[in-house]
């Protein structure tokens, strides 16, 4: 038995209003079909039909609202948009083909030439460098700055400042930026705060609510969760989303429907995954801070840390995240990390799977040896993004790094 479209409209949608991230995470943004399925539904074709000529016409003229064409128009991608808005407390989300795809893509929509962009240094290399060498050659000035010193912040603003744009915490030292902070200088001086979410997720940090004019994500991290797809996301207001939204549909870095399927499953268990990430963060945080063979650890968690009293007030969790210095140089980080056996050598991070990276020759190897150095790169530098597996075999594992030093 089928339905059509006039049949589909008794079926009652749920009622969200109140409810908790949790539920969000699990019932948010479905599209369920004629087919009445609970799971969600996946809808891989690149067009869409019409009835007539008359009806293809009004969809194409914007009078009609309905799918057209996937690059822009796609009820599995829609569904995920849906479903992160709700999470993130935005009134929209745009999908894109992956996290710096929704960096540039809030960029080319909403600057011109002749703008000014306040970025703090503790973003992903690649961000750093579409900033400085790519949206540099189309007008757009950017001045780095220290994403924990508000009077760099202050010092920055000129009058064609547009755009703050910062990640909280921080890639890969984990600082956390004051978000009343700077979003009160944002909104001071007319310029729109872009904050990237990817490290916490709405589940410990909704950043909207501390003033944030847009959150972007790769959602190839932890809203996947198990280093499947690549993908990223917009969430913020319909009248800034809505330029987004063209210059995705002009440009065309569209997130695809199987991706976005794929997404929408890994929100589903975003909730508890990102609590035992957090919990055997903390605990090896802890634990690294002790080691004799380790300089110096970071993590919001600590109570070391300078930020950890903000980090509590403004997140409902530290995080996966734990970076760390070994003694020594990168002789002795690459000596570390190739000494593991279980843990995975790649520069992603957010699956479920522990990583391990060099960010200096990896996820910042791009960087200028002084940016670099701004930026607390050190050689010694070592990024953990903290899985789901026992933590005493995480310890074990990381007790093979440790041996290698003293041997």
């Not at 809505?242 to 429907?257: C, L, N, V």
Request: with cysteine; net charge negative.
């Amino acid at each position: 038995m089928t339905y059509g479209r006039e049949e589909q409209l008794w079926i009652p949608e749920s009622d969200l209003d109140g409810m908790s991230v949790d539920t969000l995470a699990v019932r948010a943004g479905q599209i369920r079909t004629g087919q009445l399925e609970h799971s969600d539904a996946i809808f891989p074709t690149s067009s869409f039909v019409y009835g007539s000529a008359a009806q293809a016409a009004a969809r194409f003229g914007g009078e009609e609202p309905g799918n057209i064409y996937s690059r822009f128009t796609n009820p599995t991608v829609q569904a995920f948009e849906g479903r992160i808005a709700a999470m993130e407390g935005g009134e929209k989300a745009v999908a894109t083909a992956s996290g710096m795809a929704a960096v540039l893509s809030t960029c080319m929509a909403l600057l011109k030439a002749g703008d000014h962009v306040i970025c703090s240094r503790g973003v992903f290399g690649t961000t750093n460098v579409l900033f400085q060498k790519y949206m540099a050659k189309f007008g757009v000035e950017t001045t780095f700055v220290s994403l924990t010193d508000m009077e760099q912040w202050q010092a920055a603003v000129r009058p064609e400042t547009r755009m703050l744009f910062i990640e909280t915490p921080s890639n890969p030292l984990c600082d956390v930026a004051d978000l009343a902070a700077l979003s009160a200088l944002a909104h001071a001086n007319d310029a729109l705060f872009v904050v990237d979410n990817c490290f916490c997720t709405p589940v410990l940090q909704r950043p909207l609510e501390h003033g944030a004019d847009l959150v972007v994500h790769s959602a190839t991290k932890y809203l996947d969760g198990q280093g499947r797809c690549v993908g990223g996301v917009v969430v913020g207001p319909a009248k800034y989303l809505d330029e987004i939204y063209g210059f995705i549909r002009s440009a065309g870095p569209t997130m695809s429907p199987f991706n976005a399927w794929v997404f929408q499953k890994g929100l589903e268990t975003l909730p508890i995954r990102m609590r035992a990430h957090c919990a055997n963060a903390l605990e090896l945080a802890r634990w690294l801070e002790q080691h004799p063979e380790v300089e110096k650890v970071f993590y919001a968690g600590l109570e070391s840390h300078p930020q950890h009293e903000l980090a509590k007030r403004q997140q409902d969790g530290f995080g996966g995240v734990v970076s760390f210095q070994v003694k020594g140089g990168r002789e002795q980080a690459w000596r570390f990390i190739d000494a593991t056996r279980m843990i995975s050598i790649t520069a992603n991070l957010g699956d479920v799977k522990t990583t391990i990276t060099h960010p200096a020759t990896t996820t910042h190897g791009r960087l200028a040896p002084e940016d670099k150095a701004k930026a607390g790169i050190t050689e010694n530098l070592i990024r953990l993004s903290v899985g789901i597996e026992a933590i005493d075999d995480l310890k074990t594992d990381l007790d093979r790094g440790f041996q290698a030093l003293k041997d």
